[in-house]
Structure formats: C-alpha cells, structure tokens
Nanobody, 117 residues
Framework: QVQLVESGGGLVQPGGSLRLSCVASKNNRIAITAAGWYRQAPGSERELVARITRGGATDYADSVKGRFTISRDHSMNTIYLQMDNLTPADTAVYYC??????????WGQGTQVTVSS
C-alpha cells in the first residue's frame, strides 16, 4: 500500500511562486515508476499538469510549460512541483498520483492552490 501526502499549497498573488511536495509512505518492496501532478478546478475535470518517470523523463500540459517544473528524489519517494509565474487560471486543488509498472496507482488527498490579488 502507498500513502501520498501533498503539501505546499496556499494563497499567492499573480506572478508569485509555490512549491508543492508529495511524500510517499510505502512498503520498500513497492517501486514507484511514474508519478504526476494533476489539478481540478471547480466545475472542471481533473487534468494532468506534469508527470515524471523513474528515469527522469518529464511531460507537461501546454498551459504550464515554461512555468512549472516537476522533479523527484532518487527513490521516487518525494515528488515536487515548482510553480512560477502563477496566474488565477492555475487556481485548483492539486493532486499527486504515483504508480507502478504493473498499473497500480495511488492518489493523494490534494492541496489547494489559490492565485488571487
């Protein structure tokens, strides 16, 4: 079993930055091979923001390219999302997702990000 806990959300002004963290608590026999950040704004579907593989390959939504950076520690136990130049359109609940090569996935509980002046 894997438990994911996100942190780092909050209220920030437009143009500001936040760094989200996602810490995985798990049995050492479970190997996380890919992880990602998703977000869901009120009235909208959950969407992919960024994802990263154990090998370090990354993928970003077009709306955040050049502003957000996903990274991970060597063991994939902690996933980060550095968010710069935030806009009100980035306001959402941000969720961390982690998975194995066998297709098992886990979600965190989410952290609220609000961009407002």
């Amino acid at each position: 079993q894997v438990q994911l806990v996100e942190s780092g959300g909050g209220l920030v002004q437009p143009g500001g930055s936040l760094r989200l963290s996602c810490v995985a608590s798990k049995n050492n026999r479970i190997a996380i091979t890919a992880a990602g950040w998703y977000r869901q704004a009120p009235g909208s579907e959950r969407e992919l923001v960024a994802r990263i593989t154990r090998g370090g390959a990354t993928d970003y939504a077009d709306s955040v390219k050049g502003r957000f950076t996903i990274s991970r520690d060597h063991s994939m136990n902690t996933i980060y999302l550095q968010m710069d130049n935030l806009t009100p359109a980035d306001t959402a609940v941000y969720y961390c997702k982690a998975g194995t090569s066998g297709g098992i996935n886990w979600w965190g509980q989410g952290t609220q990000v609000t961009v407002s002046s």
